[in-house]
């Protein structure tokens, strides 16, 4: 791996992410410095195959990131931008600010205004929702349902956002009256956008 990173970044390759799964890194001459290690390696019966080309990839932290091929294909790894107990703010939000500040820096700035609105308007519900199994510690979750009139137990599956994230009450899909906790969500929502464009301006200023 080590010997892997060396060739790279002498070829002035950066390198994005490496570990003993594999290496991401960016350069010009990409599949040259590819097929230069493929030659290096083979010879020691190391085989190297080239999962992704041509792509962009963000990566806050190790082991998650997302891969936007160019045919517009998102890949994800990791549990932090998937799963069910995710709401749309954190699956979708990312990617496609991603994909806008690929395009146009503005446009993405103008998706980030209308989401963050949305969200202080009280009406990003949909965003906000996550669908989640009940967990043993959950208890909260179940008393403030039964205060509601519906009978929840550890393992059942509701969709749901804070209403108050402090007291931990809840507004249930079932409730007509979408109600959730909007400073708790700004927060949230200023923390991921911060993180994105941290990593976006740190690689924009290692070249």
């Known amino acids: 791996l080590k010997e892997m990173i060396a060739y790279i970044e002498a070829r002035n390759g950066i390198i994005i992410e490496a570990d003993t799964d594999g290496i991401f890194y960016s350069s010009k001459d990409?599949?040259?410095i590819y097929k230069g290690l493929k030659e290096k390696l083979n010879k020691i019966n190391f085989d190297v195959e080239l999962e992704y080309q041509n792509c962009v990839m963000f990566s806050s932290d190790k082991?998650?990131?997302i891969i936007i091929k160019e045919d517009g294909t998102v890949i994800k790894k990791g549990s932090k931008?998937?799963?069910r107990d995710k709401n749309r703010l954190q699956t979708e939000f990312p990617v496609e600010y991603i994909k806008k500040f690929i395009k146009d820096p503005a446009e993405a700035e103008a998706?980030?205004?209308?989401i963050r609105d949305l969200i202080s308007l009280g009406k990003a519900y949909d965003w906000l929702k996550v669908t989640k199994?009940?967990?043993k510690a959950e208890k909260n979750i179940i008393e403030d349902a039964k205060a509601k009139g519906v009978n929840l137990e550890q393992g059942s599956i509701v969709t749901c956002v804070f209403r108050n994230h402090r007291?931990?009450?809840y507004c249930?899909?079932?409730e007509e009256q979408k109600v959730y906790d909007k400073d708790y969500?700004?927060?949230e929502f200023d923390k991921l956008v911060k993180e994105i464009e941290d990593v976006i301006h740190r690689k924009q200023n290692d070249g």
Not at 111 to 114: D, G, I
């Open 172 to 174: 249930f899909d079932w």
């Open 111 to 114: 998706f980030k205004k209308e």
């Open 63 to 65: 082991k998650n990131y």
């Open 133 to 135: 199994k009940v967990g």
């Open 167 to 169: 007291k931990h009450k």
């Open 30 to 32: 990409g599949e040259e």
């Open 81 to 83: 931008f998937a799963g």
């Open 185 to 187: 969500y700004l927060k």
